[in-house]
Nanobody
């Protein structure tokens, strides 16, 4: 599975942005897709995930502001009410038959 993340950029506090993660290659059997982020000097953390059944999970810090969705082979992360602390490199992950694949990061910067 190859993953291509896109949609990052510079946005003002309170703004919105949508990230996309397009999967290609052997996509049959992907049962989990997730968005992670890593801020400078911090560990990578799970932001949101979605299963093939449509079950979603969110980090407490983004609940009510971020929404993950999936359309066929693409996962989206709609981010609203952005805060400076959301600034990070965002990575997508897909799990297929217990094997995890990662995309390259896309950088989000939220200015105050």
């Amino acid at each position: 599975v190859q993953l291509q993340a896109s949609g990052g950029g510079l946005v003002q506090q309170g703004g919105s942005l949508r990230l996309s993660c397009a999967a290609s290659g052997s996509i049959f059997g992907i049962n989990f897709m997730g968005w992670y982020r890593q801020a400078p000097g911090k560990q990578r953390e799970l932001v949101a995930s979605i299963t093939s059944e449509g079950n979603t999970n969110y980090a407490d810090s983004v609940k009510g502001r971020f929404t993950i969705s999936r359309d066929k082979n693409t996962a989206y992360l709609q981010m609203n009410s952005l805060k400076p602390e959301d600034t990070a490199a965002y990575y997508c992950d897909a799990v297929r038959f217990l094997v995890s694949s990662w995309g390259q990061g896309t950088l989000l910067t939220v200015s105050s």
